[in-house]
């Protein structure tokens, strides 16, 4: 098995299509090289390396050795350098690089290859002993703590004391002999660490570096970050070996990293920063703070049109915006790195769109570059435009770099675990941090914001959150952070942990306490993109909307009609009329408590004003479209006080004895109520249930034909589980709606139908179908009655099943993505049982599966005519409709290939 790929002076072994082998970064140094750009020459271990390695406990394949021997003399000839060599020595960069960008989250050592001999090699060839000594120092500095796992923060010490010994503030102002003393003292440390000498044999160097690169594939935050980025599927890392080039040799070198568009906007501008005299390191880091690429290409002209070729030549060689680093030696350039590059949600949508108008990808392409993520992400809020300036000015507390836009108030927490802390407990955190670090992402994951006090655009702060579209600033560098105090000082005013704060990631800016925030306006480009969706998806997206307003807003964000209205909903609160919310809940209560038939009625036809108001409020908000509107579901006593105190109050209410409401409250008592007198059972028990909400509906729906509204209702009974059930419940619909319309003189097409919810329903569907004229899928309640798992408490433990270091039982909560495989299965059958019986059935899904993208792909796939989803989340539903017909498409294209 071959293990390792060559690139250099032209010549490769891989190319940019072998990323799941060779990494993202090996496979880019691979293409790059292929394509005729500067690379500095290399190797790559693959990552079929690494699961060689974890599979045999920690071991690396025999025949390794001698290929990566191989491989270093191709190097040395290449180069026409020598690794250790004593004059113009080869020295190499070791780093990670798995198909899936993971920045920051693994190991990296530079320099490696240096060692007395050829440390003099380097500084004859340079011509600067110092510079030769300060890198092999950082190369002693990074191995101790990288391969051995000496703690960094005693290495640091080490330097700062020899520093202090020599007086000197500032690294640059360091000389060759105090870099030399430094080198002896981190071996002396080395050697009493680990009772062995520091290794000189570049050989035995690098297989402590390769060892540790693997090994930082499991490494805690490396594992956290796969975790938390739902990054799944990945055999491990690739290790790249490539001839150092040096940005710090002086003014003429230097290192940047750009992105061939604007990460934050979309933009089509040449984005970057660059530090001169400086290593890679320097820029993620974001110790020191860089400048534009504007002011690069004035101090190196020649360099900055090459890069800016170099820009133009990738997007289109990639057809998507890339993400470059890349070094400057002696004013000659070397592109390190080449990946796609990870940007905020509003320039995924301008970028998208941009480019399919450009003619770089197709309307498909396009649609296919958008995660259901960034659609969610989209509506992240902006600080209220209302609230006035001077306000705001007043309220500042200082200005960093604008690096991911959006809004954030949260309370400060001065680090990371604390944050987690914090944030499990409910609260809204801001991370406050000088700089980040990879150890940081899970206090960054569950921050509202991240605010830093150094770094620029790049920093791994920036980067990071920019990924997850999340509101970051850095480089506030007038902030005065205070660790171990837990403060934050910005002029006269101090920011103690737990005090609130605001961030604006658009302008920069940190403001004292909580500042109201506004969701934004969509941008034309979402738009654009949307209309493209529409265009390509066969599934129909409804909503889940039990309100005027709320189905008002569905409609804005595309939905085709209602797919779910929870009746029960509007009981507790008028969400139109405020005052009257007191009166309706007096009259379900009523009806609840009343013990005949006659009193039941009577509380009935208080309630039914309400209703019928209701539904016109909703008709008339889905003008034109279908609402289906489901009866009574939850069991009576959720609408009931079960405290003493609360029954009285009823009681005097509405005027019966408190002893009535008790023995009511008692009869209604069930030992597992989600399984007990609930959904249509209501309606078999108390038919006068739905006479009332029957007549509302209808009622409703001829007051707004009569003032042109199109009107088209679809009557769902819920929990149904017996074709014989649900024949009575729909002779009963029907009677009670013929009757209204006869009364009113009005025809009306009306559809009655069930959800299936039930394992006996979606088993005996063929039988259910023979009366209902559609089916939703309730996938909430059917995951729980399939899975014996109550939705309500499931919580408690299902996270365990889903942790891979737990139990990782499932992949995802099947409350959220859908059980394909077992829920999944049920609804296959049912649906090809329940179209036997009648072949046009329409059939839907209404749990909150309806809103999950990989459900929704399920959904397209079983044949379903609709999915409805909660009014902000239809626009991940219409994505995700259309991203499985495409995919779809292409499944079919390439077994078309196959055949042929
Ligand atoms: C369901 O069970 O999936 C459903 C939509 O109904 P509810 O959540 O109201 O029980
Ligand atoms: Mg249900």
């Not at 001698?66 to 190097?75: D, F, H, W």
């Not at 113009?88 to 899936?100: H, K, W």
């Not at 660490?193 to 060892?211: H, R, S, V, Y």
């Not at 149904?720 to 009757?739: F, M, P, S, Y």
Request: proline content about 5%; glycine content about 10%; some cysteine.
């Amino acid at each position: 098995m071959k293990f390792v790929y060559f690139f250099g002076a032209g010549k490769v072994e891989g190319d940019g299509s072998m990323k799941e082998l060779l990494g993202g970064k090996g496979a880019g140094l691979a293409e790059m090289t292929r394509i005729g750009l500067p690379v500095p020459a290399g190797f790559t271990i693959t990552t079929e390396c690494c699961d060689y390695y974890y599979k045999q406990g920690r071991k690396f394949p025999s025949s390794l050795k001698a290929e990566v021997r191989k491989n270093i003399q191709r190097l040395e000839r290449v180069t026409g350098k020598k690794l250790g060599g004593d004059k113009d020595p080869l020295l190499v960069s070791v780093r990670s690089g798995s198909a899936r960008s993971m920045p920051g989250m693994m190991e990296t050592i530079l320099n490696l290859g240096l060692n007395p001999t050829s440390v003099q090699g380097l500084a004859a060839s340079i011509g600067d002993e110092r510079f030769a000594w300060d890198a092999y120092r950082r190369f002693v500095q990074m191995y101790s703590s990288v391969v051995i796992g000496l703690p960094k923060e005693e290495l640091e010490d080490k330097l700062r004391e020899m520093k202090a010994h020599r007086n000197v503030k500032e690294d640059t102002a360091v000389p060759a002999d105090g870099w030399k003393d430094l080198v002896q003292e981190y071996k002396k440390y080395f050697k009493s660490k680990t009772g062995a000498d520091f290794p000189d044999d570049p050989e035995e160097q690098l297989w402590g570096a390769i060892g540790a690169v693997f090994g930082s594939w499991m490494a805690e935050k490396a594992v956290t970050y796969r975790r938390v980025e739902h990054i799944t599927g990945l055999v491990g890392t690739a290790v790249n070996v490539v001839q150092m080039v040096f940005g710090n040799t002086g003014e003429n070198s230097g290192t940047g990293v750009c992105f061939t568009r604007d990460p934050s906007t979309g933009a089509k501008v040449f984005y970057g920063d660059f530090l001169i005299n400086a290593q890679g390191e320097d820029v993620v880091a974001g110790i020191r703070t860089p400048m534009h690429l504007d002011d690069m290409a004035k101090r190196m002209p020649k360099i900055y049109k090459q890069l800016e070729n170099v820009r133009r030549l990738l997007e289109k060689h990639y057809r998507d915006m890339q993400d470059m680093e890349f070094t400057v030696e002696e004013g000659k350039l070397y592109m390190l790195q080449t990946r796609v590059g990870k940007r905020t949600p509003t320039a995924t949508f301008k970028m998208a769109v941009d480019m399919a108008n450009e003619g770089l990808i197709s309307r498909d392409d396009a649609i296919e570059r958008v995660k259901p993520e960034d659609i969610e992400r989209l509506f992240y809020p902006v600080i209220d435009a209302s609230v006035p300036r001077p306000e705001l000015a007043k309220r500042k507390l200082g200005e960093g770099i604008n690096a991911v836009p959006g809004a954030a108030v949260g309370r400060a927490i001065f680090s990371a675990p604390e944050a987690e802390e914090w944030a499990k407990r409910g609260e809204k955190v801001i991370l406050v941090r000088r700089e980040t670090s990879p150890e940081d992402v899970g206090g960054m994951y569950v921050a509202q914001g991240i605010l830093t006090a150094t770094g620029g655009k790049t920093s791994h702060a920036a980067v990071v959150a920019r990924g997850w579209g999340k509101c970051c600033i850095v480089g506030a560098e007038k902030l005065d952070i205070d660790y171990s105090q837990k403060t934050m000082k910005a002029g006269e005013h101090i920011v103690r942990e737990g005090d609130w704060i605001t961030l604006d990631g658009n302008e920069g800016a940190v403001y004292e306490g909580q500042v109201p925030l506004v969701t934004p306006e969509l941008s034309d480009s979402y738009r654009t993109l949307m209309s493209w969706t529409d265009k390509v998806r066969r599934l129909l997206v409804r909503t889940n909307a039990d309100t005027p307003h709320d189905a008002r807003k569905a409609r804005e964000m595309g939905a085709q009609g209602i797919g779910l209205c929870r009746t029960e909903h509007m009981f507790f609160k008028d969400f139109e009329q405020p005052e009257k919310s007191i009166e309706r809940q007096l009259a379900i209560q009523e009806m609840i408590v009343a013990d005949s038939v006659e009193a039941r009625r009577t509380a009935l036809a208080k309630l039914l004003p309400f209703q019928r108001r209701d539904f016109i409020g909703i008709f008339t908000a889905m003008d034109g479209l279908p609402v289906t509107i489901r009866l009574l579901d939850p069991p009576l006593h959720e609408f009931v006080p079960h405290d003493h105190e609360h029954q009285a109050e009823l009681a005097g209410k509405i005027g019966v004895p408190v002893e009535v409401v008790e023995r009511r409250v008692e009869q209604l008592r069930e030992a597992n109520p989600m399984l007990g007198h609930r959904g249509c059972r209501l309606s078999i028990t108390y038919p006068e249930i739905l006479e009332m909400q029957v007549t509302a509906i209808i009622e409703a729906a001829v007051e707004c034909r009569k003032s042109g509204i199109k009107v088209l209702p679809e009557i769902m009974h819920p929990l149904v589980l017996d074709r014989k059930e649900l024949q009575i419940l729909t002779d009963a619909t029907h009677k009670v709606a013929g009757e209204v319309l006869k009364k009113a003189g009005v025809k009306l097409e009306y559809l009655v139908g069930t959800m299936i919810e039930l394992p006996r329903a979606a088993l005996l569907a063929d039988q259910i179908a023979e009366v209902a004229e559609f089916f939703s899928f309730g996938t909430n309640d059917l995951t729980q009655t399939v899975m014996g798992l109550s939705r309500d408490d499931a919580g408690r433990f299902l996270p365990d099943y889903v942790d891979e270091k737990k139990a990782g039982i499932f992949k995802a909560d099947p409350f959220q993505t859908l059980d394909v495989e077992g829920v999944g299965l049920l609804i296959h059958w049912a649906i090809a049982r329940g179209r036997k019986t009648r072949p046009k059935l329409k059939i839907g899904i209404c749990g909150e599966h309806g809103g999950d993208a990989d459900s929704v792909r399920f959904c397209h796939a079983a044949g379903m005519n609709y999915v409805s989803a909660s009014p902000y989340r239809v626009p991940i539903a219409r994505l995700a409709a259309a991203q499985a017909v495409l995919e779809e498409r292409r499944a079919a294209k390439s077994r078309g290939k196959r055949k042929g």
